[in-house]
């Protein structure tokens, strides 16, 4: 459970265009899959949340896309806002959580 | 305030003495985690209780590490004898056992050994 790997490092992107920030894990009994957000000096923040007997669900603005047969789970952030900006990690769950490095998000006024 | 708390915030100490961290978790939260985080990584489990009872403790890093939860309600971590190496952000997380299975996160104690 503990790889949980992201892809790139750093995304930088323009306000108002998506995001979209990916995950892979390795871990097939997972059955559960956050997304956190982090800024600076604060703790790790919920963003959405999907099970894995689900393939994507919707939140304000956030989208995420399970595939459970490549172990993949993104993130889509629609009409990226500087308030965006921020460290975003996925998480997967057996039991307890298990981290990934994490993808930082640079939103470009 | 009802999120979850951690105490101190930031730690400054010398190698090889004792530190302790406080983390009281959301009162209804029945399970409580503990993470540490170093600068460009996700948080890294260390451990976590289930009311009082501790259900796993493999991951803490050496002996030096310690965790309680007495009276299933605020937690401590103690870390004896500490290293430079044990510089990090300890972070704490409660949740509901039986809720989505988010994790409420605090701010986390920051930990300098020079």
């Known amino acids: 459970g503990e790889s949980v790997g992201l892809h790139l490092p750093t995304l930088s992107v323009q306000e108002g265009d998506n995001s979209i920030i990916n995950c892979a894990y390795s871990n097939s009994a997972s059955d559960y899959f956050i997304w956190y957000k982090q800024e600076s000096g604060k703790g790790p923040q919920f963003i959405i949340d999907?099970?894995?007997?689900?393939d994507k669900r919707q939140g304000q603005r956030v989208t995420v896309l399970l595939n459970k047969t490549v172990k993949h789970l993104s993130l889509q952030i629609a009409a990226t806002q500087p308030g965006d900006s921020a460290v975003y990690f996925c998480a997967e769950r057996e039991n307890k959580f298990y981290f990934g490095s994490g993808t930082k998000l640079n939103v470009k006024p | 305030d009802t999120g979850v708390s951690q105490d101190p915030r930031h730690k400054i100490t010398k190698r090889g003495q004792n530190v302790t961290f406080r983390c009281d978790p959301i009162?209804?939260?029945?399970?409580l985690y503990w993470y540490r985080q170093t600068l460009g990584q996700g948080p890294e489990f260390l451990t976590y209780f289930q009311n009082e009872a501790q259900l796993e403790k493999s991951r803490l890093l050496s002996d030096r590490f310690s965790a309680e939860r007495p009276k299933g309600s605020f937690s401590t971590l103690e870390i004896q004898r500490t290293e430079q190496g044990d510089s990090a952000m300890y972070l704490c997380?409660?949740?509901?056992?039986?809720?989505?299975?988010?994790?409420?996160f605090g701010e986390g104690s920051r930990l300098t050994v020079l």
């Open positions: 999907i099970r894995s007997n689900m």
């Open positions: 997380a409660s949740s509901l056992k039986q809720n989505t299975g988010e994790l409420f």
């Open positions: 009162s209804e939260h029945n399970r």
